[in-house]
T-cell receptor
Framework: GAVVSQHPSRVICKSGTSVKIECRSL??????MFWYRQFPKQSLMLMAT?????????EQGVEKDKFLINHASLTLSTLTVTSAHPEDSSFYIC??????????FGQGTRLTVV | SQELEQSPQSLIVQEGKNLTINCTSSKTLYGLYWYKQKYGEGLIFLMM?????EEKSHEKITAKLDEKKQQSSLHITASQPSHAGIYLCGADIGYNNDMRFGAGTRLTVKP
C-alpha cells in the first residue's frame, strides 16, 4: 500500500520554541493532506485540511497562527507548532489522500513540551 | 454538515466472541472507510465501501454498507487480542476530497 512518512516520531522541546513536523507521501501524489491531534484515549481531532498550493482550512478553535501548515508540493506538508507550550503536548498525525480514494496515515509524532 | 456516529464508544469482549461496531450518517455516504488504530500509532486502512449493499471481508473482519448507504457495520468473528484497538469510520464529505471521521470505538479483547 501507499506509504506516508511522518517525521520526527518523537520530539521534546522547550517551552517557547517552535517545532516542525513533516509529512511526506513517498510513492503517490497527495491531492489533500490532513493534520490531526489526538489526546490520550480519545479519537482524532481534525486540525486542518490543506490542498497543494492553497492555504490550509483550519477547523473551528484551531489557531492558524499557532499551528502553521504549509503544503508546498503534492508530496510534502509541514505543521509548525509555534511558541510551543506544555498544553501543546500531544500526539499529532497527518494523512495524505489522492483524489477520491482512501487516505493514508503517517505514524504520528509525539510532541512533549517541557 | 454530515456527522458520523459510531457505536458503541467502547467495547470489552472475551477472546473468541463475535462483535459488531456501527457507523451511522445523517446523509448518504458516497465513500465509507474503516480504519484501525493502536494508540500511539498511525491508522491502518481496513476497507472501503461505496455501493449500497456492498460487503467486504478480510480475514475475520467483515464490513457492510446498507442499501440506503447511511449505515455501515464492522463485524469481527472470533475476536483475538490482536484485534484490540480503536476502530474509526471515515466518509467522504462533499466533492473536495475532504474526509471526516467518527469518534471511534475502543475495543478491548480479554484473553
Amino acid at each position: 500500500g501507499a506509504v506516508v512518512s511522518q517525521h520526527p516520531s518523537r520530539v521534546i522541546c522547550k517551552s517557547g520554541t517552535s517545532v516542525k513536523i513533516e509529512c511526506r507521501s513517498l510513492d503517490f501524489q497527495a491531492t489533500t493532506m490532513f493534520w490531526y491531534r489526538q489526546f490520550p484515549k480519545q479519537s482524532l481531532m481534525l486540525m486542518a485540511t490543506s490542498n497543494e498550493g492553497s492555504k490550509a482550512t483550519y477547523e473551528q478553535g484551531v489557531e492558524k497562527d499557532k499551528f502553521l501548515i504549509n503544503h508546498a508540493s503534492l508530496t510534502l506538508s509541514t505543521l509548525t507548532v509555534t511558541s510551543a507550550h506544555p498544553e501543546d503536548s500531544s500526539f499529532y498525525i497527518c494523512s495524505a489522500r489522492p483524489w477520491n480514494t482512501e487516505a493514508f496515515f503517517g505514524q504520528g509524532t509525539r510532541l512533549t513540551v517541557v | 454538515s454530515q456527522e458520523l456516529e459510531q457505536s458503541p464508544q467502547s467495547l470489552i469482549v472475551q477472546e473468541g466472541k463475535n462483535l459488531t461496531i456501527n457507523c451511522t450518517s445523517s446523509k448518504t455516504l458516497y465513500g465509507l472507510y474503516w480504519y484501525k488504530q493502536k494508540y500511539g500509532e498511525g491508522l491502518i486502512f481496513l476497507m472501503m465501501l461505496q455501493k449500497g449493499g456492498e460487503e467486504k471481508s478480510h480475514e475475520k473482519i467483515t464490513a457492510k454498507l446498507d442499501e440506503k448507504k447511511q449505515q455501515s457495520s464492522l463485524h469481527i468473528t472470533a475476536s483475538q487480542p490482536s484485534h484490540a484497538g480503536i476502530y474509526l469510520c471515515g466518509a467522504d464529505i462533499g466533492y473536495n476530497n475532504d474526509m471526516r471521521f467518527g469518534a471511534g470505538t475502543r475495543l478491548t479483547v480479554k484473553p
